[in-house]
């Protein structure tokens, strides 16, 4: 009965909300931060190929598509290391952390070595997807150089989920952000060709992805086994890798991976439709995304952040504070993005300038930064969302709803507004603009059908 007045009582309800919001604030900032410093690499490699020349923007820019596709999926895959991690630290089971860690490690290598042999096939994995043959051969060579890194990749994401679940991100900012210092140096000496290097564009800079990757997982992996604290997490000792003994980190990523593969599909087909139109669209669209990416981590790192609190709060068996959790993760999300969607509005032209200095593809890419605004809002609520409901253990509903709104209804729309009407690139970004609305709506209905119906039950 105590529990029931607590409910209802509004100091307790402020209590636990300015709680939230504290906790919020102090996981976010690094999340965000090196969720930033992941697009602050892909944005710099971006300019620094696009001023060199923009017919290798192009290649870097169709190379990524299957490449942000594996890794995208490869995110989802290994959830379950996030989600586990933060419900066994909110049950205080410290040992049951750090076997959740070594079991990911395995495993997400594996799930590397399945991208870098996808990757080495660039060429014939790009003439599939309907590219001319001068793209597809230029980002095939891309594809081949980053395929290195992608096995670095996911034994990094194996860290940097398992530090997050164990409320530890400030090591995975330190290193991305000293990460992007060295993409930087890397991208000066390989794309434009100083040190005795010749100029490599495109491919210089795929290089230069594939070492800071390499750099990241060693460093990572490293300083967990180092870290303060180890024992009580029993980070150096043996592991049972048995595949029964780690079903749930897997079952959880499969909805998970599934759910990334749909959503950046879709997007994925958006640029590939780009291809079809031609290497300026293509360019403007890199652009585009590339700009939209930076307030999208942001939201990407309140996800995470919500998602780990929503998992500490399973993990207690409080379903009254998961509740709470993700509606102050949408509520923060909210507060953040307003004044970065004004940004995207008011300065189009400005930021364009930034990547190019082509006046064609400035004028291409503008309209197309002015509505990734509008498709901001949605979209990173939706993101928030799904991420709680992943940090709550929902796998295959959200999944549905996100091959619905993102495959079902986003890639035939988009095709019917850049063709059939001739909206061309604009045609492509509006289609976002629905399916994002779309998605955040049914997800939404899902976390609070689902939350409620655990609260009062409990």
């Known amino acids: 009965m105590a529990n029931l007045q607590d409910e209802h009582n509004p100091s307790w309800v402020r209590e636990?909300?300015?709680r939230q919001f504290s906790?919020?604030?102090?996981?976010?900032?690094?999340?965000v931060l090196q969720r930033l410093g992941i697009m602050t690499m892909a944005i710099v490699d971006t300019m620094?190929?696009?001023?060199?020349?923009?017919?290798?923007?192009?290649?870097?820019?169709?190379?990524?598509?299957?490449?942000a596709t594996v890794i995208i999926v490869s995110i989802g895959l290994m959830m379950g290391t996030m989600v586990l991690t933060s419900n066994a630290f909110g049950a205080e089971d410290y040992k049951e952390c750090g076997r959740i860690?070594?079991?990911?490690?395995?495993?997400?290598?594996?799930?590397?070595?399945?991208?870098?042999?996808?990757?080495m096939f660039g060429e014939p994995v790009l003439i599939m997807l309907g590219q001319q043959a001068d793209i597809a051969k230029g980002g095939g060579v891309v594809m081949q150089a980053v395929a290195l890194g992608i096995p670095m990749t996911t034994v990094m994401l194996a860290c940097t989920f398992f530090l997050?679940?164990?409320?530890?991100?400030?090591?995975?900012?330190?290193?991305?952000?000293?990460a992007n210092l060295v993409n930087i140096f890397m991208n000066w000496i390989l794309v434009y060709g100083h040190l005795g290097f010749a100029p490599m564009g495109a491919e210089g800079s795929a290089w230069a992805t594939t070492i800071v990757r390499t750099f990241l997982a060693v460093g990572m992996v490293l300083f967990i086994l180092r870290m303060k604290g180890h024992e009580i997490y029993g980070i150096r000792e043996k592991i049972d890798l048995r595949l029964h003994k780690w079903k749930r980190l897997r079952h959880i990523g499969y909805g998970a991976g599934l759910t990334n593969g749909a959503e950046h599909m879709g997007f994925a087909t958006l640029e590939v439709f780009a291809g079809w139109i031609g290497p300026l669209t293509l360019g403007a669209?890199?652009?585009?995304?590339?700009?939209?990416?930076?307030?999208?981590?942001?939201?990407y790192g309140i996800a995470g952040a919500t998602s780990v609190r929503i998992g500490i709060a399973l993990g207690r068996n409080d379903h009254r504070d998961l509740l709470l959790a993700g509606t102050c993760g949408m509520i923060f999300n909210v507060i953040m993005m307003l004044p970065l969607l004004a940004v995207l509005i008011i300065f189009p032209e400005n930021i364009a300038g930034f990547f190019t200095t082509e006046p064609e593809l400035v004028m291409v890419a503008v309209p197309l930064i002015i509505l990734s605004a509008w498709m901001l809002l949605f979209d990173s609520l939706q993101t928030v969302i799904g991420n709680g409901l992943r940090g709550r253990r929902d796998v295959w509903a959200p999944t549905a709803l996100y091959f619905f709104s993102y495959i079902i209804v986003m890639i035939p729309l988009s095709y019917i507004l850049a063709f059939t009407y001739e909206r061309g690139a604009v045609g492509l970004f509006e289609s976002t603009v629905v399916a994002s609305i779309i998605?955040?709506?049914?997800?939404?209905?899902?976390?609070?059908?689902?939350?409620?119906?655990?609260f009062k039950r409990s």
């Open 16 to 18: 636990r909300t300015a």
């Open 23 to 31: 906790e919020l604030v102090r996981l976010s900032f690094p999340i």
């Open 48 to 67: 620094m190929v696009g001023r060199f020349s923009a017919q290798e923007l192009a290649y870097q820019s169709i190379g990524y598509v299957p490449v």
């Open 101 to 119: 860690w070594r079991r990911s490690l395995p495993y997400g290598f594996i799930l590397g070595m399945v991208g870098f042999v996808i990757c």
């Open 164 to 178: 997050e679940g164990i409320n530890r991100p400030l090591p995975g900012m330190i290193f991305m952000l000293i």
């Open 285 to 299: 669209m890199a652009i585009a995304f590339n700009v939209y990416g930076i307030p999208y981590m942001i939201s």
């Open 439 to 454: 998605s955040f709506v049914l997800l939404t209905v899902r976390f609070y059908y689902l939350s409620y119906g655990d």
